[in-house]
């Protein structure tokens, strides 16, 4: 239900203006369940549009992860399945394997992606599974309560790491992206970020290349995000944005560790 | 007349305001109600004829909230 308030432009008016963005057709008509300012939320409508433009909505499935975005099979509105934790692109790849016309993408946190599920999307990799990895990167786990995950920065102070997280003792943050980067079954491993508008930007056009890169069969294509987690960081949702800027892009920084000389529309911008 | 206007799902609103921060026009504030849900949505304020449509509202928008217009360009006389 559209409300008109009080200060807008009377309805009369909307007639004769055009519409430049509305509800994606990717997505259901269902409020979600995430925290106020976090970034699941974006991410879910920049890959709906991006599967709206492509046109690909009748012939993609998503596979879901466990954690905060465990009912990301309700909030798009395509077929999709949920994996057991970590499991995604395990699941992904039989779906591939069966399906080989159809689009197939994961959507994983970096508790689900980078931990739990650190072996199959190791080993999806080595094997150059065709799937596309959207890993949301937000350096805790969230649905549990903000424990320390792999991705958790060095002096991160987190539920479990309550004096920050000590490398000595805890391990070093995991660079997956880079990693993944380096093997030959990949095809397009990117890292972007949602800290401004410009890179929120940047990272729609990211998911537009990992999914152009799976229809060209080049190999596994994977876009990390950081991402805003306001409640478990215990900041405000526009301080989160500035944390991601100060905080996450000096140990993760931007950028393309690989790109498929084959990949098509390269040159639409990046 | 206003460039453009966006229209607002105020019960979908979580009061999160990265629209606030984000848009380029400060056309855009917490309403002193609250919505179903308990926060406080965010309206078009006093200054709602400086919007322009350009969007970016919705591309920050975690709810989808937003559906933005924009007067069709002008053809050349």
């Not at chain 1, 432009?9 to 004769?16: N, Y």
């Not at chain 1, 980067?181 to 990272?203: C, D, I, L, N, Q």
């Amino acid at each position: 239900m559209n409300i008109l308030l009080e200060h807008e432009t009377p309805a009369t008016d909307l007639d004769q203006m055009e519409i430049v963005y509305q509800r994606p057709d990717a997505l259901t008509d269902l409020a979600t369940h995430y925290c106020p300012g976090c970034s699941h939320g974006v991410i879910h409508h920049l890959i709906a549009e991006v599967i709206d433009e492509l046109g690909i909505r009748s012939h993609t499935i998503g596979v879901a992860p466990v954690g905060c975005a465990v009912f990301a099979y309700k909030y798009f509105n395509l077929d999709s399945c949920e994996a057991a934790h970590g499991r995604a692109p395990a699941m992904a790849t039989g779906i591939k394997r069966v399906l080989p016309d159809h689009i197939v993408f994961t959507y994983q946190g970096d508790g689900d992606l980078a931990s739990i599920g650190g072996n199959e999307i190791l080993h999806a990799a080595l094997r150059g599974e065709r799937i596309t990895v959207i890993f949301v990167n937000n350096a805790v786990y969230g649905m549990t309560g903000g424990q320390m995950a792999p991705t958790t920065l060095a002096g991160m102070k987190t539920t479990s790491s309550p004096a920050g997280r000590n490398p000595l003792t805890q391990g070093y943050p995991l660079h997956l992206t880079e990693m993944l980067a380096t093997m030959p079954g990949v095809a397009y491993a990117v890292r972007r970020s949602m800290h401004s508008v410009a890179e929120t930007r940047k990272t729609k056009k990211a998911i537009r290349h990992a999914f152009t890169a799976q229809q060209q069969g080049l190999g596994l294509s994977i876009v990390e995000i950081l991402a805003a987690c306001p409640t478990n960081w215990h900041v405000e949702p526009a301080d989160a944005l500035d944390y991601i800027r100060d905080r996450m892009l000096p140990e993760y920084p931007v950028g393309d560790f690989k790109v498929s000389e084959g990949l098509g529309d390269r040159r639409l911008g990046d | 007349m206003a460039k453009g206007t966006v229209t607002i799902q105020t019960d979908r609103c979580k009061g999160c305001g990265l629209c606030i921060q984000a848009c380029p026009q400060h056309v855009l504030a917490f309403t002193e109600e609250f919505n179903a849900r308990g926060y406080r949505p965010v309206q078009l304020d006093e200054r709602a004829h400086a919007c322009t449509g350009c969007g970016v509202c919705a591309v920050v928008c975690p709810d989808v909230v937003f559906t933005v217009y924009r007067q069709p360009a002008r053809r050349a006389a």
